[in-house]
């Protein structure tokens, strides 16, 4: 988190990363020099993702993926997800053959197999996604390496064959400590450990990085009131490399607090990695393992990540890791590959989106930072940085598609000179909603502690988010946008669709409405309002068509049940 830096946070690890201005430039590779002389060549910065060509003709871009990033030997049925979009960026050529017509039109015939070994068959129509292919898993053996499977695809009406692969982890039990995994169709996570059961439960993740020595390491009592206040998970910004954390670790055992294991200050030294997983991984709360922190805005070398990734699969497979991203697009191809999860930490209330009095040079596309890269200085950098990633992904194509991104949004309290005040609790509830609308499979503020005014705040949102009805949506469904906030300023409206009921998020990012009449798509097929379980508007359902009882305040946050 770029807040860390500067901050004087009583924290070795982000003391330790404070740089000095001689020592590197760390502006998502713009130049710098102090002023009044920035007379340095302005270049734009290397590492740009941009729109890919586009091809003349359409492409199939057949994907497979398993449902779960892992199943594990006591699953007995898994799941592959088949898509196969017509792409004009990703595929091979696709021809529609000429005895295609309307009553006989085009079908795949789809073969999903691990070496001579058939897994499932099936039928699929061109140009759709996530068809479901069931696997049953006990004709596999529980293995650690990874299962090499093939997806072929043959064209009914032109015999054109197409064929991907992709790998299935089938892994051993494990009997101690979590079990963590991506669900690849909506991109949430799954745990199951000692509390569940034995089943795996979907889990909302909502809470914040937390300071070490500082907070959460000076009394259990501490990580308790955190707990009390809502807060399921949360990033340590510590780890074995810099304190014996047994005892904060041990607390989150007994709370059941899930965290993420942060080697931020470690992660690009390999033996250190290679002592600390084996002292973690096998703790019921470890959720997820969190390697670089702003590698980009650092400049850490491009294949770090990946390093690190790699070792810690190989050390420990039934865990994800995450990592953060600063920069609006800096190297984003090399440094998301290593990782399963991407967080964004765009922190922008307060800031001066164009001159920085820190550095005293003016900030824009090729110079200086700001705070918050290539921002507009409002709450809508945040989903406008959701959707870059997302906008990132779909260029790379690939598993890339379906990889979580995260939000970290601003709850700091801390005064630093890019942030001249802290957000208000509607600006703090704004940007959450707003990254869940755009598709944010979690969220993790920097930092805690926050002031109690955002404390309380956002604990009362957490108690929303992470349970029951609204976790079921956030968890077992993706959003899909009806109203885009960042375009002509209107409200922002996303809708979940889980069983016969629907989630509607309704935010007003911008200025108060009054007459709110949102028309919703006729084949959700809702006949009424059940719930209101956030914000504290009156909402009625006209038709399809769903009306705020005396219309919307100036960031409003809502959020409604429909059936
Ligand atoms: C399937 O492949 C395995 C290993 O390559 C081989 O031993 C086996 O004979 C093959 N079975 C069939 C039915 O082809
Ligand atoms: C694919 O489906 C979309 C609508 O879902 C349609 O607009 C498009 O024309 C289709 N493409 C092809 C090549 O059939
Ligand atoms: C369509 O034409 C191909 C040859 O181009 C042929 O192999 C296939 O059987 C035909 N399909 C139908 C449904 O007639
Ligand atoms: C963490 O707490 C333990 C136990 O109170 C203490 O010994 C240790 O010094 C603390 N570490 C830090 C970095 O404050
Ligand atoms: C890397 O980690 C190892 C193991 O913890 C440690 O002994 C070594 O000093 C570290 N190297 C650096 C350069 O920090
Ligand atoms: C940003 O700083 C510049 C230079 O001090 C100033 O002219 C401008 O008004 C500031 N903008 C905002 C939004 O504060
Ligand atoms: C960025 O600001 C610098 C310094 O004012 C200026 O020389 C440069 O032209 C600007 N770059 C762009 C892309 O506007």
């Known amino acids: 988190m770029r807040g860390a830096m500067g901050q004087g946070l009583a924290s070795a690890v982000t003391a330790l990363l404070i740089p000095s201005v001689a020592a590197q430039d760390r502006w998502c590779g713009k130049s710098y020099q102090a002023s009044p002389a920035y007379s340095s060549p302005l270049v734009i910065p290397g590492g740009r993702l941009e729109p890919p060509s586009l091809s003349y003709t359409p492409l199939l871009d057949l994907k497979i993926t398993p449902r779960h990033s892992i199943y594990i030997a006591s699953e007995e049925g898994g799941e592959f997800i088949v898509d196969a979009a017509i792409s004009y960026i990703h595929g091979s050529p696709w021809s529609r053959s000429t005895n295609d017509t309307a009553e006989q039109p085009d079908r795949l015939k789809v073969t999903i197999a691990w070496q001579n070994q058939t897994l499932a068959m099936g039928t699929i129509e061109p140009n759709t996604t996530d068809n479901m292919f069931p696997v049953d898993l006990k004709t596999l053996e529980p293995r650690m390496e990874g299962y090499p499977i093939t997806l072929t695809a043959v064209s009914r009406n032109s015999d054109s064959k197409y064929s991907v692969t992709t790998e299935l982890f089938l892994l051993p039990e494990k009997s101690t400590g979590s079990v963590v995994k991506i669900d690849h169709l909506y991109g949430s996570l799954l745990y199951r450990n000692p509390t569940t059961n034995g089943v795996f439960l979907p889990v909302f993740p909502y809470g914040f990085y937390g300071d070490y020595s500082g907070y959460l390491n000076v009394s259990a009592s501490n990580i308790e009131k955190y707990v009390s206040l809502g807060f399921n998970t949360v990033n340590v910004v510590s780890s074995f490399a810099e304190d014996d954390m047994s005892a904060t670790i041990g607390t989150m055992d007994r709370l059941n607090l ?306």
């Open 258 to 563: 899930l965290f993420q294991y942060d080697m931020r200050g470690s992660y690009k030294n390999l033996s250190s990695i290679a002592w600390q997983v084996p002292l973690v991984k096998d703790h019921p709360s470890l959720l997820t393992w969190y390697t670089a922190d702003e590698p980009d805005g650092w400049q850490d070398p491009l294949d770090a990540p990946q390093q690190a990734y790699d070792l810690i699969a190989s050390l420990d497979k039934y865990h994800p890791t995450a990592l953060v991203l600063n920069c609006q697009n800096y190297h984003f191809a090399e440094y998301s590959a290593g990782a399963d999860i991407i967080m964004e930490d765009a922190y922008p209330i307060g800031i001066n989106a164009t001159y920085s009095e820190k550095w005293n040079t003016p900030c824009n596309e090729t110079f200086g930072d700001c705070g918050c890269d290539n921002c507009e200085g409002t709450v809508l950098d945040v989903p406008a940085r959701v959707d870059d990633f997302h906008t990132y992904q779909a260029w790379l194509g690939g598993t890339a598609t379906r990889q979580p991104v995260w939000a970290v949004p601003q709850s700091f309290s801390i005064p630093e000179d890019y942030w001249s005040r802290d957000p208000t609790a509607e600006e703090a509830w704004v940007m959450d909603m707003l990254a869940f609308n755009h598709g944010a499979k979690a969220r993790l503020a920097w930092i805690y502690p926050t002031s109690d005014a955002l404390g309380n705040a956002l604990s009362r949102i957490a108690k929303v988010v992470t349970a029951s009805p609204v976790a079921d949506f956030l968890t077992g469904a993706n959003p899909v946008l009806l109203q885009d906030g960042k375009h002509g300023g209107g409200l922002d409206v996303a809708y979940w669709k889980y069983g016969d009921q629907v989630l509607v998020s309704v935010v007003a990012p911008g200025d108060s409405a009054a007459n709110v009449g949102i028309a919703l798509p006729a084949d959700i097929q809702v006949m009424r309002v059940v719930s209101s379980p956030w914000g504290g508007i009156g909402w009625t359902l006209d038709g399809t068509t769903l009306r705020a009882k005396g219309g919307l305040p100036s960031l409003a946050t809502s959020l409604i049940i429909l059936q």
